[in-house]
């Protein structure tokens, strides 16, 4: 097998996120989601992880918020509407929490569609989130 390099080389690859269009009961423009890349899904774990010291045992763990890298996940993928918009946050009573705005806006049904939408586009199967979050646990 004849391996070209030229083939990896980054000006000769499409790295342009993919995007999707989601509709959703009640909004007049879809949400328009990207597909996310490891480097970006490794910030947002390193963002919500943090070790902790038990003074007793002087052994240190690693805790790691699993709503909030599932959270951050969603909200890092989602192209419109813009959830750090001030006049969108205002609109909705939440001012400073895309998450939480996120959540507002969506019924539980919507928000757990968009979270698969991000997964599948991103590359992962449904069960592909939950072994992240534990594997950024250790």
Same mark, same amino acid.
């Given at each position: 097998m004849t391996e070209n390099l030229n083939d990896f080389l980054l000006e000769n690859v499409d790295n342009e996120p993919e995007t999707e269009q989601i509709e959703f009961k009640g909004f007049k423009s879809p949400f328009v989601i990207?597909?996310? +890349?490891? +480097?970006?899904?490794?910030?947002?774990?390193?963002?919500? +992880?943090?070790?902790?010291?038990?003074?007793?045992?002087? +052994?240190?763990?690693?805790?790691?918020?699993?709503?909030?890298?599932?959270?951050?996940?969603?909200?890092?993928?989602? $192209? $419109?509407?813009?959830l750090n918009n001030a006049q969108l946050q205002k609109s909705w009573g939440v001012v400073a929490n895309p998450g939480k705005l996120l959540r507002k806006m969506l019924l539980a049904g919507q928000y757990g569609e968009l979270a698969e939408k991000v997964q599948t586009l991103s590359g992962f199967d449904a069960e592909d989130l939950t072994s992240l979050v534990d594997e950024a646990k250790k």
């Open positions: 990207k597909s996310l +890349t490891a +480097t970006e899904l490794k910030e947002i774990q390193k963002r919500h +992880t943090r070790k902790v010291l038990n003074k007793q045992t002087r +052994t240190v763990t690693v805790d790691s918020d699993a709503d909030a890298i599932s959270d951050d996940l969603i909200v890092s993928s989602i $192209v $419109v509407p813009d």
